[in-house]
């Protein structure tokens, strides 16, 4: 029941576009998206409830697919910030939570 | 500050010996969890509890307990701790369920040996 993020890994240069991607196999009640920095906690970004809705966030936006049980967060004219994990996590109903793997993203100069 | 508390930060025990991590939360959530991170595996989700004396089991709730009787604290509980457990442990909160953020502690980094 774990969701399946893609990639596992990216490394950008400032001011490149980035794609992750997070797919279920059982339909989706909220998606949720965190970033965590090296031994940090993760940090909320954003959450997406059924309704093919798309979010943003300053340059960072998600999209949520009902009908396919997927959610893309999209990284546009990345900055050094961005670095760190990125985790999807998903809510079959209202109690309990499913996260990725994580894609680990990296940002050079 | 909103924020969600944990301690220890940092743990060392030998297996069989009982431990408990504290978690409390001072923004009046509802929803409390637990989650451990293993490299490669993500964030697995231990137990959660949607109010004061409930909770139930997550993804891997096999060798810990939890018990939830006040809404502010919601302690993890090892009651004989294996190296199998040996993890980096998140206590998260939300307003309620999953429709919410969830905010996380700053983890516990547990050894056992």
């Known amino acids: 029941q774990q969701p399946v993020q893609s990639p596992q890994a990216v490394i950008l240069r400032e001011g490149e576009d980035a794609v992750i991607n997070c797919s279920s196999s059982?339909?989706?009640?909220?998606v949720h998206w965190y970033r965590q920095k090296h031994g940090e906690a993760p940090v909320f970004l954003m959450i997406l409830l059924k309704g093919g809705e798309q979010k943003g966030h300053e340059k960072i936006s998600a999209s949520f697919n009902e009908k396919k049980q997927q959610s893309s967060l999209y990284l546009t004219a990345s900055q050094l910030s961005y670095s760190g994990t990125y985790f999807c996590?998903?809510?079959?109903?209202?109690?309990?939570?499913?996260f990725g793997a994580g894609t680990r993203l990296t940002v050079k100069p | 500050e909103a924020q969600v508390t944990q301690n220890p930060r940092y743990l060392i025990t030998v297996t069989g010996k009982k431990l408990t991590v504290t978690c409390s939360q001072n923004m009046n959530h509802e929803y409390m969890s637990w989650y451990r991170q293993d490299p490669g595996l993500g964030l697995r989700q231990i137990y959660y509890s949607m109010n004061v004396e409930v909770t139930d089991k997550g993804d891997v709730p096999e060798g810990y307990k939890v018990s939830r009787k006040e809404k502010r604290n919601f302690p993890l509980i090892l009651e004989s701790p294996s190296p199998n457990q040996t993890s980096l442990y998140f206590c998260a909160s939300s307003f309620t369920g999953t429709l919410y953020e969830q905010y996380f502690g700053p983890g516990t980094r547990l050894t056992v040996t």
């Open positions: 059982k339909a989706l009640y909220s």
């Open positions: 996590g998903t809510a079959y109903n209202n109690n309990d939570m499913r």
